[in-house]
Structure formats: structure tokens, C-alpha cells
């Protein structure tokens, strides 16, 4: 990362500090193909000065470290992600929730643990009464009808995989993601380089120390951690293939399992998704940003991945402020990822020659229609692919993989995923005719009926 592109990104994060009144903050980018981009602006409320080391309190973004966990046991075999919560735990009520729905927010649980965890003087419960208070719970909404966000959900995830790993949180969490991915500022205690949490008066310029809240067993919101290593951990969500090759925490294909929309937050407004325990907000140009926001009283925090054909490999940005009024904290992890990449796109890679299609698929390339749409089928990086004739710009194409069946192939990606490619041939051995997903696949434009044109 060059100093004209360093410097318009301090100028964004010292405009974000200086417009939204933020005492301290703290900002990273982490991308494979540049070097790390840190800075720090304003104070850190004690004797010691704001720095790269000072951690904030990242709130929310707590459950994408949850749901790693999570995700672990599943692939472990501890656990499906349809298991009722009570096939697991122990729990007076709320026993069907599967873990599907506790990750998704969908479960229909209430918000918060019973009592008044958020009134001055309150505290999170220990786990004893986490799991006990239970039965003094609602179920406001009916599991899986819509969005519901709740803190409580993900408590009852940390106490399952405490009860599945055996262990605390930290200490599982610190063996199976932080040690593998040299995240070494993350803690569920603030430790001595803490930035302090302030209430910025909304009339004025006083800011407000904010008392540190013992969340107890409530695991939804109680790490700490500096930006560079939540930057580097959005960089994982987004690219766990650069970020961790040797799949140490998760397998590529766990982490896209959790980065599938499984609600909207909005079903009026289409602009933010969920999956499982990460938050899924579309960009332009068919790129999505992936990760979490946070906040804890004093604090807000934004830590999100970039996916998409501009994106750099393992490329990842946070936002982390001691002030838990300011919105814009969390807004400008996303304008980082969009100036980065606008200021230094990725480097373009130079087209090779590739291996040539094999004999037997040759005669399926080129031109067919379906539907009464066209497509051209090709081969690209080994893989027959298809794409829609004129189609959005930048649409991916559907590609497909071979199967134990002969002439038989599935769609992996893009259009009509799963679904099985079937290849007829004449009695020259060249496809005359394919089925996709059971529709007819033809060298020229036809009715439903079989009827050609022209």
C-alpha cells in the first residue's frame, strides 16, 4: 500500500473521528497483497497513550467467534445444525431451538436474559443462572418466521460449546482460533491497554466515562481486541483459503456455508442479511461484505470482509471507537474496504493458455438454448462452465463438476446449484441435446413442446 493511498485512508478515518466526535479510534486494513495499513487517532482516556496496542471492547463481533466455534463442533460431529438446543444442553425451556435458528437470529427467542441486565448497576448473568432463568424466558415470535436478533441466543451457543468442548470460552476459543491465526489481542478482559468507553453528549462536547458491565456468562458481546487483528479476522470470513491454507480453524466450504443468507434484517429493505452468526451486506458489482458490527456501552465497532471480483485476496477492515454513540464507527469499516480497493485495486493476473477441453465435452461448448434463453457453455480453468447471453455484466457463470454417473454433471456454483447436467448424445458420440435440472438444453431455439423456430 503506497503513502498517497495511506494518506487519503488516515484523512477518511480522521474525518469519521472528527465529524462523528469519537475520542478514540482506531482503524486497520489487512489485505494478502499489500502490506497491513493501522492508525490511531485521539486518546485512550488513561495515562497511557492511544496506540496499536490499545484494544477496545468489540461487542457483537464476539459472535462470529461463537459461531467459528459453533461450526467446529459441527464439522467435529458434536452436534447437527438442525439439533433442538435441548438435545445438547440441559435447559428448564426454549429446548427446541435448533442451532440453525440460534445462529440465523430466527429462533423467535426474546432479545436479552432474563432481569434487567442493562439498568444501571445490572450485570450479565453467571451460566448457572443463564441456563436456569429460562424458564422465566419468552419465545416472542415462532421459531424460523423471521429475524429476530437476540443476545440471549448466542449466550446459550457459548454454553453449548463450553459444554460440548469442555472449558471456558476463552480458553477454547483462545486453543481453536486465536492461537492458529495469531489473533493476540483478543481477550474477554480488558487488560491494562484498554481504551476507555465514553458517552458523547449529544448537546455539547462533554464526553462521558461509561462503566465497564460484566456481561457474566453472556459470551454475545464480551471480547476485546485491537483493530489489525480484527481486521486480519475479517480478512479469514472473507478468504479463509488465503487467510488460513492449511484450514486450521475452518474449511473453505464451512465458512461459504456460513456466509448463505438465511434471513434479512429487514424484509422491507433488502440491504442487510444474515447467515450464520455473520451479517451479509451487498455491494456493487456483485461483491458482498461480510463480518459483524458491535456495540457495548462507550464502544462501537465494524469488522467486515470484502468477497467479490475486485476484492484482494484475504482482505478484511475494522473500525473500532470509544464512543457508544457514534453509528459512524461502524459505517466506516465498509467506507475503508471501498476507498482501499478503489485507491489500489488488486493486481490484474496475466491470462495463460490453459489445457484444452477434453474430448468428450468439446462438442457441448459453444451456443444452446433453454427456456427460451441462450447460453454459451465453455471451458474455463478445467470446468465445463455456462453463462447467460446477455446477462448482467459480471454475472458468474454456472460451473459444473463430474459425478460417478457417465455424462453426468452437477452444477457447483452459480445458476441452478446441485442440480444435474445430463449430456444425450447422438450415434456419433457428440451431445446433441442436454438436460439441466430436467429442462431441455438445444442446439437451437425451441417451444416446450419441442416446436423449432426458423
Same mark, same amino acid.
Given at each position: ?18 465529524? =462523528? ?106 451460566? *448457572?443462572?443463564?441456563? =436456569? +432463568? ?10 424460523? *418466521? ?34 492458529? @491465526? ?14 476507555? !468507553? ?17 456481561? !457474566?456468562?453472556?459470551?454475545? /458481546? ?23 491454507? *492449511? ?28 447467515? @450464520?452468526?455473520?451479517? @451479509? ?29 475486485? =476484492? ?17 464507527? =461502524? ?15 488488486? +493486481? ?42 446477455? /446477462? ?63
Amino acid at each position: 500500500m503506497n503513502e498517497d493511498v495511506r494518506r487519503q485512508l488516515e484523512r477518511l478515518a480522521r474525518q469519521t473521528q472528527a465529524q =462523528a466526535r469519537v475520542p478514540g479510534l482506531q482503524v486497520a486494513v489487512h489485505r494478502a497483497d499489500r502490506d497491513s495499513w493501522m492508525f490511531h487517532i485521539g486518546q485512550s482516556g488513561t495515562d497511557r497513550p492511544l496506540d496499536g496496542q490499545t484494544v477496545f471492547r468489540i461487542g457483537s463481533v464476539t459472535k462470529t467467534f461463537v459461531a467459528a466455534l459453533v461450526m467446529q463442533c459441527r464439522d467435529d460431529g458434536l452436534l447437527a445444525l438442525d439439533d433442538p438446543l435441548g438435545a445438547h444442553l440441559d435447559v428448564p425451556a426454549l429446548g427446541d431451538a435448533t442451532v440453525r435458528r440460534l445462529l440465523s437470529h430466527s429462533s423467535g427467542i426474546q432479545r436479552e436474559p432474563h432481569g434487567d441486565v442493562w439498568a444501571p448497576g445490572g450485570a450479565g448473568p453467571d451460566a *448457572q443462572r443463564l441456563i =436456569a +432463568d429460562l424458564s422465566l424466558t419468552e419465545q416472542v415470535l415462532p421459531g424460523g *418466521q423471521r429475524y429476530h436478533y437476540s443476545n440471549l441466543g448466542f449466550s446459550l451457543l457459548g454454553r453449548l460449546v463450553c459444554r460440548l468442548r469442555g472449558g471456558s470460552f476463552l480458553e477454547i476459543l483462545s486453543d481453536r482460533v486465536l492461537k492458529p @491465526l495469531a489473533l493476540g489481542s483478543v481477550s474477554d478482559r480488558p487488560g491494562p491497554a484498554a481504551a476507555v !468507553g465514553y458517552m458523547v453528549d449529544t448537546y455539547s462536547d462533554h464526553a462521558e466515562p461509561e462503566a465497564e458491565r460484566d456481561l !457474566g456468562a453472556t459470551t454475545s /458481546g464480551s471480547l476485546w481486541g485491537t483493530a489489525s487483528d480484527m481486521a486480519k479476522w475479517a480478512a479469514f470470513l472473507a478468504d479463509p483459503r488465503t487467510a488460513d491454507p *492449511q484450514g486450521r480453524v475452518l474449511t473453505p466450504s464451512t465458512v461459504d456455508e456460513m456466509r448463505l443468507p438465511q434471513a434479512v434484517t429487514d424484509e422491507s429493505r433488502w440491504v442487510v442479511g444474515f447467515g @450464520l452468526g455473520l451479517m @451479509l451486506q451487498p455491494q456493487d458489482n456483485w461483491t458482498t461484505h461480510v463480518g459483524h458490527d458491535g456495540g457495548m456501552p462507550g464502544f462501537i465497532a465494524g469488522v467486515h470482509g470484502r468477497r467479490g471480483p475486485d =476484492a484482494p485476496p484475504a482482505f478484511g477492515a475494522a473500525s473500532l471507537g470509544s464512543s457508544g454513540t457514534a453509528d459512524e464507527i =461502524a459505517a466506516l469499516a465498509h467506507d475503508l474496504l471501498r476507498k482501499a480497493v478503489e485507491l489500489d485495486p488488486a +493486481d490484474i493476473p496475466a491470462w495463460r493458455p490453459g489445457s484444452p477441453a477434453p474430448q468428450r465435452y468439446r462438442s457441448a461448448l459453444g451456443r444452446w438454448w433453454s427456456e427460451g434463453q441462450e447460453f454459451v457453455f465453455s471451458w474455463r480453468d478445467d470446468r465445463l462452465q455456462a453463462s447467460v447471453v446477455g /446477462g448482467p455484466a459480471g454475472a458468474p457463470p454456472a460451473v459444473f463438476a463430474e459425478t460417478n454417473e457417465t455424462d453426468v454433471l452437477r452444477s457447483v456454483s452459480g445458476r441452478e446449484i446441485g442440480e444435474r447436467l445430463r449430456l444425450v448424445r447422438d450415434t456419433n458420440g457428440q451431445v446433441a441435446q442436454m438436460s439441466w435440472a430436467t429442462y431441455p438444453v438445444t442446439r437451437r431455439q425451441q417451444t416446450i413442446s419441442g416446436r423449432r423456430f426458423g
